[in-house]
């Protein structure tokens, strides 16, 4: 018998949260089914265990020495700093192991974004390496220009506001000085460093976006022509490209249960107030001084047992599947944001971080399906945003848009759409080189 001819093996680098495991994990999915073998690249703080979709794929982890206590205590920012200098040797030494012991071609190395200590590994070797953008084309763009808005000093951290951070920053309407990507967790001047080697193009040889022009055409024009130098290619919403179960917790089931019976602290009191059904996911530890929901009163409990659902964890995007859901209240990672406009689900948008204003800011200014909550958040900021999404015509306005651009984004991904042209070419490229 002829023998098949070896599967090009592509090599991936994610970021170890949540928020960049998925997207690059749909994104192996979407290239295991187009032939191409995989090895995912881990650290020990990944703690993603590879479920049965993924029997096909190698995971190696690359030794380093950070202590457990480094991805807690040290904040995203200074953690990202710390990893890339820790993992940049022992990088390579996994990759010529690999190259010892594999026999099939690899295409290429593809990292995310802010894991760029694997470009030097590739350069070693002489690989060709993709840098694979997991967060917005704008929120690229303001990295992109971080450098000159530091130097001007209009940019500062959110605890020191500044009067000029309410002006519209020319060329990047409608992105005010506050919306641009700084931390709550670092300085600027490491939030800076980040971002600088984030948006180095160094040697890779194109650049892959979790994004679909019909929502970001501006940003990746300002790419395009001002920016990169290297192919870029659109090929967003990776979601509803490939399914990939990639939770680090597990998810509570119970909660679609709960939805299906629907018909359709101080957020807790608005939440109440509101009136309205709603199902909240409360993380473990993220209430500061509360492990989970002891900071609830007794009488909230009592005021929505008949109206509220409280789990620890969420299967996300079955959730916002579901026809009983008729608006997502969300920080606005860009994950959470693309799975609400793929599900047509308007928005309300309370940001903390990072690139989570510069969605915030789309969602409500230029999707205009999402309502941002700024400020001290009080009873009443929150009773108001839910009755406006949920009770009055200002909402229904939102919904009606919000299933305007699911269609158009499920347009984009099928056959002769801009997201999935723009995957034939990725894949056809990195076959290429």
Not at 104 to 132: Q, T
Not at 194 to 215: E, F, G, K, M, W
Request: aromatic share 10%; with cysteine; proline share 6%.
């Amino acid at each position: 018998m002829e023998e098949k001819p070896a599967r090009r093996r592509v090599l991936l680098v994610p970021v170890p949260a949540q928020g960049h495991i998925s997207p690059m994990m749909q994104l192996a999915k979407s290239l295991h089914l187009k032939g191409f073998s995989i090895t995912v690249y881990q650290t020990k703080f990944n703690y993603f265990s590879p479920s049965d979709d993924f029997t096909d794929f190698q995971f190696v982890t690359i030794p380093e020495s950070l202590p457990e206590s480094d991805f807690k205590n040290l904040g995203p920012v200074e953690f990202l700093l710390k990893l890339n200098k820790e993992c940049q040797v022992s990088f390579k030494a996994c990759l010529g192991q690999l190259l010892l012991q594999k026999s099939d071609e690899i295409s290429c190395l593809i990292f995310d974004e802010f894991m760029y200590f694997a470009e030097a590994g590739a350069k070693e070797f002489n690989l060709p390496n993709v840098i694979f953008s997991t967060q917005s084309a704008t929120a690229f763009v303001c990295r992109s220009v971080f450098d000159k808005l530091y130097a001007k000093n209009v940019l500062a951290p959110l605890k020191e506001p500044k009067e000029q951070q309410e002006e519209l920053v020319p060329e990047f309407y409608p992105l005010r000085y506050k919306d641009f990507p700084v931390s709550r967790f670092a300085s600027l001047e490491s939030v800076m460093e980040v971002y600088r080697n984030s948006v180095d193009q160094r040697t890779a040889s194109s650049v892959i976006i979790n994004t679909a022009t019909c929502l970001e055409s501006s940003s990746l024009t300002f790419l395009q022509h001002q920016q990169l130098e290297i192919p870029y290619y659109p090929i967003g919403p990776l979601h509803m490209v490939a399914s990939a179960p990639t939770s680090l917790l597990e998810e509570n089931m119970s909660c679609i249960e709960w939805l299906n019976k629907q018909k359709v602290m101080n957020m807790a009191s608005g939440l109440a107030a509101s009136n309205q059904y709603f199902l909240w996911v409360i993380r473990p530890g993220s209430v500061p001084g509360s492990e989970w929901t002891e900071s609830l009163s007794d009488e909230f409990s009592e005021m929505v047992s008949d109206r509220g659902y409280i789990v620890k964890w969420a299967p996300q995007k079955e959730v916002l599947a579901h026809p009983a859901v008729g608006g997502f209240w969300s920080h606005c990672g860009w994950n959470s944001t693309l799975e609400s406009l793929g599900e047509g689900v308007p928005m309300i948008c309370r940001p903390f971080s990072s690139d989570q204003m510069v969605n915030a800011r789309y969602l409500e200014c230029v999707w205009k399906i999402g309502i941002q909550v700024e400020g001290e958040l009080v009873r009443g900021s929150v009773e108001r945003a839910v009755k406006r999404l949920m009770a009055e015509k200002e909402g229904e306005e939102m919904r009606k848009r919000a299933l305007t651009l699911k269609e158009k984004l499920r347009a984009s991904i099928t056959s002769g759409g801009s997201s999935h042209n723009s995957l034939e070419e990725f894949v056809h490229f990195i076959r290429s080189l």
